[in-house]
């Protein structure tokens, strides 16, 4: 089973992403605050299987990813979802918006929480305030509110605590969603299947079809030896 806490405060977030890879659609993220629910009390709700099986989400099949995000949006003490879409993610590039997509989440928040854990090698409030476009602009207070806040970030943390590990279920879930949504406007594109990551048919339909409106224009979309004809 994954660890509750990494830290002493009760009120602890874990923050992921899913869809950094992509080569269309958004970067997605989501934050969570784990239950505060009695250790007694859990023994007899849905959050006992929900601790059981909760995993890095890539672990996990589809169909179980969905089952859990019901039990984490209803028994977690506040969740939230973010979503960066291709443009501003070609304006600000794709780490600083992985970044961002986790920043915004935390701003949704109620109870405010009192530290975040975050999975991957990068502090949560390393970039603020960057001049930009497009998307949301942080104001001073939302700036100063996120630099209040300790982090730490935990490598593979998602495969070790179960609020980041939650959180990587809500950004995957909701991540494939939309581009489940997409997928009927551009069905060439096969995205009900590769979710935009770079696979080989998704490459094919770029090379035969060029790209569309969801995709990262600042991303190779095909290999160097491919070239797009227009």
Excluded at 55 to 62: E, P, Q, R, V
Aim: net charge neutral; glycine share 4%.
């Amino acid at each position: 089973m994954l660890s509750k806490r990494y830290s002493h405060y009760s009120l602890e977030c874990g923050t992921d992403e899913a869809g950094r890879g992509c080569l269309a659609g958004p970067v997605v993220a989501a934050a969570v605050i784990s239950p505060l629910t009695p250790e007694a009390e859990i023994i007899n709700s849905p959050l006992h299987k929900l601790f059981e099986e909760l995993n890095d989400s890539k672990k996990l099949s589809d169909k179980k990813r969905f089952e859990l995000r019901s039990i984490i949006e209803a028994f977690f003490t506040t969740t939230a979802v973010s979503f960066i879409h291709n443009v501003e993610i070609d304006e600000i590039n794709i780490l600083n918006a992985s970044m961002k997509a986790m920043q915004e989440c935390i701003l949704q928040l109620f109870p405010k929480p009192e530290y975040i854990i975050v999975d991957g090698n990068r502090p949560l409030n390393g970039k603020l305030g960057m001049k930009q476009t497009n998307g949301k602009v942080f104001t001073t207070d939302e700036i100063e509110l996120l630099k209040s806040i300790p982090n730490s970030s935990i490598i593979k943390g998602d495969s070790k605590y179960i609020s980041i590990a939650a959180a990587s279920i809500l950004a995957k879930t909701y991540r494939d969603d939309y581009m489940n949504q997409i997928h009927e406007e551009f069905p060439m594109y096969h995205w009900n299947k590769n979710k935009g990551y770079p696979t080989k048919d998704h490459r094919e339909a770029i090379k035969k079809y060029g790209p569309c409106k969801y995709h990262r224009m600042s991303f190779r979309l095909l290999p160097e030896q491919l070239s797009l004809e227009f």
